[in-house]
């Protein structure tokens, strides 16, 4: 079983708790998720038994964000605060250290056992095999790992094993919700595996590197990226060879995103009528919640198979 394999973690848990077990008094558990799509785990997980905060919210890109005020109070009332990565949310782990000493937190990212890819190498190179990790040495991991099904699923599980050893009393009911959100996330997959099964493999763009855990969840060809990281804004000439494409009518679909820089797509897509829609990594305007992550992952889904296909 995946959940196994967290054992160790909450051995290390169960010590840094020994050593500081600051509970509020009202015996509540203050918990702390940085991103929306995470927030929805953590939340279906703690389902009836309470309810996590989000940090960010949707004007707020998950890698540069300043804290308001009540932000930075969430994080210094924190016990247990969940994040990726510094690779996703930059600013992290100087706010940890500064707001949120004493509290446990959880680095998805340092999870070894998730699927995770590297950032895209070359600006031109729409080839296959770059982009793993292992073969990019030297170059930033990919941190948008929760757009893969499978890792959502041992998320979960990772979830429900830190919450139980943070807050043993409630154990059965993190394990019971956590079986119940797996559940949800093998049905997604199944669904979602037949969506893509028939889906044509034609050329796309997206806006940015997000969507390799979807591109290769469903072997979907590898997106043409305009931008390959969130540090690196594309070079002209990399904009010119996408638009290139896309006036040579070999690109089916452009994906912006709510985040994201529409102007770069406005320029690629010049005056052709390539197909336009739009992924969402984030969640951006839908209600923070338990359901936000599959009411995301179904609408990123449906977009790719809409725009793929060509039905509008
Ligand atoms: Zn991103």
């Known amino acids: 079983m995946i959940h196994k394999r967290f054992i160790p973690l909450c ?17 509540r558990l203050d918990v702390v998720v940085s991103i929306k799509p995470i927030h929805a785990l953590v939340a279906g997980v703690m389902q009836g038994v309470g309810t996590p905060h989000l940090l ?3 004007q707020q890109s998950p890698h540069h964000f300043a804290l308001k005020p009540s932000q930075a109070r969430l994080l210094q009332q924190a016990e247990l605060v969940f994040w990726v990565d510094p690779s996703l949310e930059t600013p992290m782990p100087a706010l940890l ?24 190498i070359s600006d031109d190179s729409d080839d296959d095999h770059d982009d793993h990790e292992g073969n990019g040495r030297g170059h930033m991991v990919n941190p948008h790992i ?22 043993p009393q409630h154990a059965g009911a993190y394990a019971s919700n956590a079986a119940k959100l797996d559940k949800r996330l093998v049905d997604l997959h199944e ?3 037949r969506q893509f099964a028939s889906i044509q493999r034609n050329k796309f763009i997206v806006q940015h590197d997000a969507f390799i855990y979807v591109e290769r969840q469903f072997k979907l060809p590898r997106g043409l990226v305009i931008a390959r990281d969130h540090d690196t804004p594309p070079g002209t000439a990399h904009i010119q060879h996408l638009r290139d494409l896309v006036a040579a009518g070999v690109v089916s679909c452009i994906f ?22 739009t992924l969402d990594a984030v969640g951006v305007g839908l ?8 009411d995301m992952m179904r609408a990123n889904y449906a977009a790719f198979a809409e725009c793929l296909a060509g039905t509008h």
């Not at 897509?269 to 829609?277: C, H, K, P």
Request: proline content about 4%; charged content about 20%; overall charge negative.
């Open 11 to 27: 051995a290390a848990l169960l010590m840094a708790l020994t050593a500081a077990s600051a509970r509020a008094s009202d015996g």
């Open 287 to 294: 209600p923070a919640g338990p359901d936000l992550y599959f």
């Open 191 to 193: 669904v979602a595996k």
């Open 146 to 167: 929760w757009l893969d099904l499978e890792n959502a699923r041992r998320m979960v599980w990772s979830i429900a094993a830190t919450l139980s050893a943070v807050d």
């Open 97 to 120: 250290a500064s707001l949120a000493p004493h509290a446990i937190d959880i680095r998805f990212m340092a999870d070894q056992d998730l699927v995770r890819y590297q950032n895209k």
């Open 256 to 277: 912006n995103e709510p985040q994201g820089a529409g102007h770069q797509i406005d320029i690629v897509a010049g005056a052709s009528f390539v197909r336009r829609a």
């Open 56 to 58: 960010l919210n949707d």
